[in-house]
């Protein structure tokens, strides 16, 4: 037992080292944080398939229930829900590589007369302990143009 | 104490009975299967990645991106297979675990570097790792000693990992974490990803009775944590059976309340965390079976 010990007191001490230069993270090892901070507001993302650009309330924030009928299926194609909402509500700088990337993960090119709007989900606990859950349009996506959210981003040119 | 917790990690009793050889190679196999399954399921998703947004573990330090817009995701998924296959069924060069191990790092990192940080794949991860050390550092022993290491040392990070999880609630939140109003806010999160994953979403019927009262909201966190704070006793073979008991009631609790099932991981559970080796040997042709040469040779070990 004398080297299972000194292998095990050894191997901990790395992954301590580890994981606590490195946030809590170095796969396998983990201090398994998710969920530790309750009751901060959050942010997802969903993709509203649009069938009426020329709608008045298109670039409003919305309460979810207004978008949850649009809603499209990600799993039908291809795209990965958690990568999707992680990566349009961890982006700080949307530039024209972030913005590309988004592109090309929803491969809308292969998909004509498609008009998929990304869209952010923000949630958070109110005083009346009441959850209230809303989403931002941030993207439209067709299958030759994107066009940014001109409330978000009034200043720049849409591509 | 550390010498209490060696000796109940790494003795196993019986340890030349069918039954012990039986779990140790399940716990080989299970290993292979979902490695297997995590390694190629991944290896098809990389090549559309386009940008890093989180890098973790080794993508800290080289760029993972050489992984996406290419095959290179498929060719480390061959090698992955190669070099866990041979040491499964061969059962020579068993310290090829160890390689297959680096490189299922490298295949996790590349897949997520999206900025998620999921753990449902970390058992395997660990069980990996751990049939590789147990190879190198035990390359002198038997397969049976090598396993019985990989057996422990991923008990003991599976009581950690949970026991630190609790940790990581009580510090960030505090007690107040079993507020049930904080799984009010991520039952409606997880509505949201089920939404935008199937493009529809109904509440069954434990998160319809969470929502409904805040004291049965409560009761279903308190539990969560109860459990995962207790996690270090399955080091303890005395206790291992009933905190993992527990574990797995946390893991259906999660399923049923926020969407997030940890397959691999509730499997793992139940495939170590039962005295399976007991229970086997008890049965009437055991002892003859653990005599059987074929078996030994081709599907356990000696």
Redesign the interface.
């Given at each position: 037992?004398k080297?299972?010990?000194k292998?095990?007191l050894i191997?901990f001490l790395i992954?301590s080292i580890l994981l606590a230069t490195?946030e809590?993270?170095?796969?396998?090892?983990?201090?398994?944080?998710?969920?530790?901070?309750?009751?901060n507001p959050?942010s997802?993302?969903?993709?509203e398939d649009v069938q009426d650009s020329s709608r008045a309330d298109l670039w409003d924030t919305k309460p979810?229930h207004v978008v949850?009928p649009r809603?499209?299926?990600?799993?039908?194609y291809?795209i990965?829900?958690?990568?999707?909402?992680?990566?349009i509500?961890?982006?700080k700088v949307w530039d024209n590589?972030?913005l590309?990337?988004l592109r090309?993960?929803f491969q809308i090119d292969n998909y004509p007369g498609k008009m998929w709007m990304a869209t952010r989900?923000v949630?958070?606990?109110t005083e009346q302990?009441s959850?209230v859950?809303e989403a931002i349009p941030m993207f439209l996506f067709t299958s030759d143009t994107t066009i940014k959210n001109p409330r978000l981003f009034p200043e720049e040119l849409n591509d | 104490m550390?010498?209490r917790i060696?000796?109940n990690?790494?003795e196993f009793e019986a340890p030349d009975s069918l039954g012990t050889k039986i779990q140790l190679r399940a716990f080989e196999v299970f290993t292979f299967i979902y490695l297997m399954i995590y390694a190629w399921e991944w290896a098809f998703?990389i090549p559309?990645?386009?940008?890093v947004?989180?890098p973790?573990?080794l993508a800290?330090y080289i760029d993972i991106s050489f992984f996406f817009n290419n095959n290179i995701s498929v060719y480390n998924a061959v090698l992955i297979t190669l070099f866990s296959v041979y040491p499964l069924l061969i059962k020579k060069q068993r310290w090829l675990y160890a390689i297959a191990a680096f490189l299922f790092?490298l295949q996790?990192?590349a897949r997520?570097s999206?900025?998620?940080?999921?753990?449902s794949?970390?058992?395997v991860?660990?069980s990996i790792?751990a049939l590789g050390?147990g190879a190198v550092?035990?390359r002198d022993k038997s397969i049976r000693h090598q396993l019985i290491?990989a057996f422990?040392?991923i008990l003991?990070?599976l009581g950690l990992?949970?026991t630190?999880?609790a940790?990581?609630?009580l510090?960030?939140?505090g007690i107040?974490?079993v507020?049930g109003?904080?799984l009010?806010?991520?039952v409606?999160?997880k509505?949201?990803?089920i939404?935008?994953?199937?493009?529809?979403?109904q509440l069954n019927w434990l998160q319809e009775l969470a929502l409904s009262s805040?004291g049965i909201a409560t009761s279903v966190l308190l539990f969560g944590l109860f459990s995962e704070f207790f996690g270090f006793m399955v080091w303890f073979k005395k206790f291992r059976w009933a905190e993992i008991v527990l574990l797995i009631g946390l893991h259906i609790g999660i399923d049923l309340t926020m969407n997030i099932f940890f397959a691999a991981f509730t499997y793992q559970l139940i495939l170590m965390g039962f005295p399976w080796n007991r229970w086997i040997n008890r049965l009437p042709s055991s002892q003859n079976l653990n005599k059987n040469e074929f078996l030994n040779h081709w599907i356990l070990f000696k």
């Open positions: 037992m080297k299972e010990k292998l095990m191997i992954s490195h809590g993270e170095f796969w396998p090892f983990s201090i398994y944080p998710m969920f530790s901070q309750a009751g959050w997802r993302g969903l993709v979810l949850e809603t499209l299926a990600l799993k039908e291809g990965h829900e958690i990568d999707f909402a992680n990566y509500s961890k982006t590589t972030k590309n990337g090309s993960t989900v949630g958070h606990l302990d959850v859950i | 550390i010498d060696i000796k990690l790494f998703y559309r990645l386009s940008t947004v989180l973790l573990g800290n790092h996790y990192v997520f999206q900025g998620e940080i999921p753990h794949a970390n058992l991860g660990f790792l050390l550092f035990f290491f422990g040392f003991f990070y990992g949970y630190t999880a940790f990581s609630k510090i960030a939140t107040t974490w507020d109003k904080h009010w806010l991520w409606g999160e509505h949201i990803d939404l935008s994953k199937y493009g529809e979403f805040k």
